[in-house]
């Protein structure tokens, strides 16, 4: 299993950044994606979450209006397109894969190894 971020660097506030996870070795489109962060010093913060097709997704409060998640199944790739970048939005940001099949007591957990976002001027 293999989760690949890309797409991190830095920018000025104001600008715009969009990351890739790129997933492998494991069925992507039974797994709902999320984005995760861990700002300098703190923990980690809840992103955003799509649902495993897709049509269904949801955002933290800082960030709604400026990020949109998606995912291609068809590429095994999850994006987050963060427009209008803030300084607080530094953080190394991680995506996470989540599936669970509660009658078959199954449960699978997977995470990237994080990608740098850096908003500064």
């Known amino acids: 299993v293999q989760l690949m971020e890309s797409g991190g660097g830095s920018v000025q506030p104001g600008g715009s950044l969009r990351l890739s996870c790129a997933a492998s070795?494991?069925?992507?489109?039974?797994?709902?994606m999320s984005w995760v962060r861990q700002a300098p010093g703190k923990g980690l913060e809840w992103v955003s979450v799509?649902?495993?097709?897709?049509?269904?997704?949801s955002y933290a409060g800082p960030v709604k209006g400026r990020f949109t998640i998606s995912r291609d199944n068809a590429k095994n790739t999850l994006y987050l397109q963060m427009n209008s970048l803030k300084p607080e939005d530094t953080a190394v940001y991680y995506c996470n894969a989540y599936y669970a099949d509660y009658d078959r007591w199954l449960e699978y957990d997977y995470w990237g190894q994080g990608t740098q976002v850096t908003v500064s001027s």
């Open positions: 070795g494991f069925i992507f489109s039974s797994y709902a």
């Open positions: 799509i649902n495993s097709g897709g049509g269904s997704t």
